[in-house]
């Protein structure tokens, strides 16, 4: 074996033991170890992983093996503080630094960094490049720094960050400490920029697929709004879950509704006061069947992994928002729904808000190429996620049969005159008017604003009265989002055609469409069952759970960051009678042996019998 291999071999191995001795965990997953290798052995990397996938893995283990403090650059205050939590439930020495903190915790922190007492430091980007905080680093051994949620440093990203613009100078200012620039969500476009903006050396590129088989994306034409999501919830009953909404007063208002319901929800937007924010939060985060009505304001770096559903009731801003947020649903692998409704208000709204924006006009162009592709994908006939897939570059070749197209596909239909008729009606009505009223002009209703505009007296009234006012919003929905219909912002929602509308009205192309479902979409479906707890298991099931809940609730820290139900499950199913046989079960390291092990082995052998033997002492201390 040459010198090369051995230092890999060693790495390899010195990794491996982290993973089972901190972790509890067999083996590494997907291109995990590689990015370990990479990272310690000195090099720059560019990381993409699934939400779930295991991307703090990448730097945490570096971080236990090189020497010095890793510095992680988060976004978030909340997402700060559970990796810290969970870390520190390994036994890792782990802090965070940013204004949540009183000025007496910050100084300790700064006093551990000095000290060298901690293996990893997160902190925000606005807090790191602050001119003490970097004379204070400068003092420090470095041994890595990861650059986390990196797509907020790209423009072509859909949280893009000015904070994180600065992130560049790093490289110059900690020559020779490797750095890495992980997100879930990034196209080509976007990993060059991140790569650019950052200033990476030559960084290895890491690009795991982004499927998450384990979600159901569900896409469905609003009707009822309310009751389309709860027939959806009758499938979700005393689960966790998210539910977006666009605007701050919808969110409350829906928050209130499902109150109203017997459905346990909790509103969760930035214009809250900052307390209710967090009590919210920590409610959703340390209770079970706890479903949060949000603003994108809430879930990035959120770190429960039994999220069953993430519901839309108005469309995200891209298909990277909405593959974001989807993602924070099912991070266990156990089966979850991604479930949206959208209509032709979405349409409008979402383009007036960009076309009234005071961004520039290159960030407007970003903005609404990504808003084109996210309508398109929602307006597909085929394979929902083999076209998201595709988006990030991630082909497929089969369909995956768990989407609503595979499920249940669509028809279409030719639409080709009633087009042409509502293309012509807008052009006769002089382009002035906005859905509604087009709409009755077709369907040849008299009201007072026809009357009033000599409309009913064209020949465009009333020729579209075979088709109910629904089916016409149909038709003009996917009439914007194919691009020969526009909503101008400059008259306030004007429809107005586009160039491409020619060839369509000239009869020298045809246009099959969508046809949507008559009834709501969210009638009550099949509960997907996780996996089964049986009859008999029940009563030490609640036992673990209960128990777990109680050490949670003493140290105020959310039950999962304890055990995950997958290592209950495991424990249920293993039945260990000793702390040696324990030690075997994912998510069981050697702290939580030592902490929780014995309290844990009485509820499951609750006969009285002495747990210490010799090779039981040895695991526990």
């Not at 491996?16 to 590494?28: C, D, H, K, N, R």
């Not at 509704?257 to 409610?283: K, S």
Request: charged letters at 25%; glycine letters at 8%.
């Amino acid at each position: 074996m040459n010198d090369l291999a051995q230092i890999k071999s060693s790495c390899a191995d010195q990794a491996s033991a982290i993973l089972q001795t901190v972790y509890g965990y067999p083996a590494f997953r997907g291109d995990q170890l590689e990015v370990i290798e990479a990272t310690v052995a000195g090099n720059d990397s560019l990381v993409l992983m699934p939400t779930g996938g295991g991307k703090s893995i990448c730097y945490q283990i570096p971080a236990l093996m090189r020497s010095g403090v890793a510095l992680i650059v988060s976004p978030l205050i909340a997402l700060m503080r559970d990796q810290v939590v969970a870390l520190q439930q390994l036994g890792v020495q782990a802090a965070f630094l940013n204004s949540s903190l009183p000025s007496n915790e910050q100084a300790e922190v700064i006093r551990r960094v000095r000290a060298g007492d901690l293996d990893l430091l997160y902190i925000a980007p606005e807090r790191l490049l602050q001119t003490q905080t970097l004379a204070e680093l400068s003092a420090t051994q470095i041994g890595l720094i990861a650059v986390d949620e990196a797509h907020c440093v790209s423009q072509w990203g859909h949280d893009f960050r000015v904070d994180y613009l600065e992130l560049g100078q790093l490289g110059e200012l900690f020559p020779g400490v490797p750095r890495m620039a992980l997100t879930a969500t990034a196209d080509e476009r976007t990993r060059v920029e991140i790569v650019e903006r950052l200033n990476l050396r030559q960084p290895r590129r890491f690009v795991s697929g982004f499927d998450r088989p384990n979600i159901r994306y569900a896409v469905h034409t609003k009707a009822d709004a309310k009751r389309q999501l709860l027939g959806f919830l009758e499938s979700h009953k005393d689960e966790c879950g998210i539910v977006y909404c666009l605007s701050r007063a919808k969110v409350e208002s829906t928050a209130a509704w499902l109150r109203n319901t017997g459905i346990n929800a909790y509103p969760y937007h930035a214009g809250l006061a900052a307390q209710t924010r967090a009590e919210h939060q920590t409610r959703f985060l340390h209770e079970e069947a706890v479903v949060i009505v949000a603003t994108i304001a809430f879930g990035m770096g959120i770190d429960k992994p039994d999220v069953r559903f993430v519901a839309h009731l108005d469309l995200p801003k891209s298909i990277e928002a909405y593959y974001q947020e989807t993602g924070r649903a099912g991070r266990d692998g156990e089966p979850a729904d991604a479930w949206m409704v959208y209509g032709l208000q979405d349409v409008v709204r979402l383009r007036q808000m960009l076309d009234t924006s005071q961004a520039d006009e290159r960030h407007k162009r970003i903005e609404r190429h990504k808003l084109d592709a996210l309508l398109g994908w929602c307006e597909i006939t085929t394979c929902r996620r083999h076209s998201l897939l595709a988006y990030f570059g991630d082909e497929s070749i089969e369909a995956c049969g768990n989407c609503d197209i595979c499920l249940n596909p669509p028809t279409t239909w030719d639409a080709t005159l009633a087009a042409q008729q509502l293309l012509s009606c807008i052009y006769r009505t002089g382009q002035r008017f906005g859905a509604g009223h087009v709409i009755d002009v077709l369907l040849g209703k008299n009201t007072d604003k026809v009357q009033q505009h000599g409309h009913a007296a064209i020949s465009t009234f009333g020729i579209g009265a075979e088709l109910s006012a629904q089916r016409w919003r149909s038709v003009l929905r996917q009439l914007m989002v194919g691009g020969f219909v526009q909503a101008d912002p400059e008259r306030y929602g004007a429809l107005v055609l586009s160039p491409h509308s020619r060839p369509l009205l000239r009869g020298e192309i045809s246009l099959q469409l969508r046809e949507d479902p008559s009834l709501p979409s969210g009638r009550k479906r099949e509960r997907r069952e996780r996996t089964v707890v049986s009859s008999g298991d029940e009563p030490l099931w609640a036992l673990l759970r209960e128990c777990r809940s109680r050490i949670a609730k003493e140290q105020s820290i959310p039950p999962y960051a304890v055990f995950h139900d997958s290592t209950l499950l495991e424990m249920l199913e293993v039945r260990p009678s000793n702390l040696a046989t324990m030690r075997n079960i994912n998510g069981i390291g050697d702290v939580k042996l030592e902490r929780y092990g014995a309290q844990f082995l009485k509820l499951i052998n609750p006969v009285d019998k002495d747990l210490e033997s010799d090779e039981d002492s040895h695991f526990a201390h």
